[in-house]
């Protein structure tokens, strides 16, 4: 018999909680195999009354009562001070107790990345976790991370992005070779930063088995120039609220366009089908991996309607029967060899290569 794929859900997390976490539960019910379950974490009484008004969804879900929430507006160094015993703690403990596969919350982002972090523990020695996100492109997707969790980024820590989001760029999107690119001020290899440059120079040199195409530009990500493009944190944010902005500006103007008259209003009903697709294409990823820690655990926005919600529940599913966290681990044991700084060529070579220069 095929062993139960458990999901842990903080159902207390974000602006909604129950209200959004229990319609979600149901739409993944829907397209999800009878053998995933949940858990539920948080209030037991508001939980139980939400899934008594659903009962093809009351028994495929355990409910564990959790006394407390963790607010939106705390610190993460709070949250881990108070954290035990929260939904959004109980949640992600399930994960480290072999209970579930993976973790969702749509809570307080900092605080869930440090408890993650404490409860899980990060895999082959990697530093911190970086969020990563989905972007729609002319292409089909690109992934993009860090998308903030780590501001200041050195060599080493992009090159251990590139591995991870080539990683799940595979398990996510099924392309069985993703393309990957560092994000820098124009795609000459003298040009950026230091750090952005070594990465070049340790992803070019090969010794990591990924297929790398140098540095990409910031309109090369809705281009789909590349499968993964990997950037700070600092960097990945501030693009990604950017395009954030500007794809609402987008819905907002094309709105008052199609609302600023009767002619374009009933243009707009015979073509709103078309406009829907338009909308979606459009919208953010509802979800953000945790990518680096010894566990699945996904950071779902806190103002989530039920149907995003229930994509990350999806893409939690997705990702618990990938192999990608196998994939990291191997490529990761590469990491010390190829950030190596190579061998400094003999005095004599460097003196016949700048005589072989001069006559040419």
Same mark, same amino acid.
């Given at each position: 018999?095929?062993?139960?794929?458990?999901?842990?859900?903080?159902?207390?997390?974000?602006?909604?909680?129950?209200?959004?976490?229990?319609?979600?539960?149901?739409?993944?019910?829907?397209?999800?195999?009878?053998?995933?379950?949940?858990?539920?974490?948080?209030?037991?009484?508001?939980?139980?009354?939400?899934?008594?008004?659903?009962?093809?969804?009351?028994?495929?879900?355990?409910?564990?009562?959790?006394?407390?929430?963790?607010?939106?507006?705390?610190?993460?160094?709070?949250?881990?001070?108070?954290?035990?015993?929260?939904?959004?703690?109980?949640?992600?403990?399930?994960?480290?107790?072999?209970?579930?596969?993976?973790?969702?919350?749509?809570?307080?982002?900092?605080?869930?990345?440090?408890?993650?972090?404490?409860?899980?523990?990060?895999?082959?020695?990697?530093?911190?976790?970086?969020?990563?996100?989905?972007?729609?492109?002319?292409?089909?997707?690109?992934?993009?991370?860090?998308?903030?969790?780590?501001?200041?980024?050195? +060599? *080493?820590?992009?090159?251990?992005?590139?591995?991870?989001?080539?990683?799940?760029?595979?398990?996510?999107? &099924?392309?069985?070779?993703?393309?990957?690119?560092?994000?820098?001020?124009?795609?000459?290899?003298?040009?950026?930063? *230091?750090?952005?440059?070594?990465?070049?120079?340790?992803?070019?040199?090969?010794?990591?088995?990924?297929?790398?195409?140098?540095?990409? *530009?910031?309109?090369?990500?809705?281009?789909?120039?590349?499968?993964?493009?990997?950037?700070?944190?600092?960097?990945?944010?501030?693009?990604?609220?950017?395009? *954030?902005? +500007?794809?609402?500006?987008?819905?907002?103007?094309?709105?008052?366009?199609?609302?600023?008259?009767?002619?374009?209003?009933?243009?707009?009903?015979?073509?709103?089908?078309?406009?829907?697709?338009?909308?979606?294409?459009?919208?953010?990823?509802?979800?953000?991996?945790?990518? &680096?820690?010894?566990?699945?655990?996904?950071?779902?926005?806190?103002?989530?309607?039920?149907?995003?919600?229930?994509?990350?529940?999806?893409?939690?599913?997705?990702?618990?029967?990938?192999?990608?966290?196998?994939?990291?681990?191997?490529?990761?044991?590469?990491?010390?060899?190829?950030?190596?700084?190579?061998?400094?060529?003999?005095?004599?070579?460097?003196?016949?290569?700048?005589?072989?220069?001069?006559?040419?």
């Amino acid at each position: 018999m095929t062993q139960p794929l458990v999901i842990s859900i903080d159902a207390m997390g974000g602006d909604h909680g129950p209200p959004v976490v229990i319609p979600a539960v149901v739409r993944a019910i829907t397209t999800l195999p009878e053998t995933v379950r949940f858990l539920l974490h948080g209030d037991e009484k508001v939980i139980a009354a939400g899934l008594a008004k659903q009962p093809q969804a009351a028994r495929r879900v355990e409910i564990r009562h959790a006394e407390r929430v963790i607010g939106m507006d705390e610190k993460p160094a709070q949250a881990l001070r108070r954290g035990k015993g929260t939904s959004m703690w109980n949640a992600v403990e399930a994960v480290r107790n072999g209970q579930a596969v993976a973790a969702v919350s749509a809570g307080n982002t900092g605080a869930l990345m440090a408890i993650s972090k404490l409860i899980l523990r990060m895999s082959a020695d990697l530093e911190r976790p970086a969020l990563v996100t989905s972007i729609p492109t002319a292409r089909s997707v690109t992934t993009f991370l860090d998308v903030g969790a780590n501001i200041d980024c050195d +060599a *080493e820590r992009l090159v251990e992005f590139a591995i991870m989001g080539e990683a799940y760029h595979r398990a996510a999107h &099924g392309v069985p070779r993703p393309t990957v690119g560092l994000l820098n001020v124009g795609s000459e290899e003298m040009k950026g930063h *230091e750090e952005v440059r070594e990465a070049n120079r340790v992803l070019r040199e090969g010794k990591i088995d990924l297929d790398y195409r140098g540095f990409v *530009e910031g309109d090369d990500i809705t281009r789909g120039a590349v499968d993964v493009i990997v950037t700070d944190g600092f960097t990945g944010n501030v693009a990604l609220k950017a395009m *954030e902005g +500007a794809a609402r500006f987008m819905n907002a103007e094309l709105r008052n366009a199609l609302t600023s008259g009767l002619i374009a209003t009933v243009g707009a009903v015979l073509a709103r089908s078309a406009l829907m697709r338009f909308r979606e294409r459009l919208s953010p990823t509802p979800a953000a991996p945790l990518l &680096g820690l010894n566990g699945i655990v996904l950071k779902c926005h806190g103002g989530a309607s039920d149907r995003d919600f229930a994509q990350a529940i999806q893409l939690a599913a997705d990702l618990s029967r990938s192999d990608f966290s196998a994939e990291v681990e191997r490529n990761m044991r590469r990491l010390p060899d190829a950030l190596a700084e190579p061998a400094a060529a003999p005095a004599a070579e460097v003196a016949q290569g700048a005589a072989q220069g001069v006559r040419e």
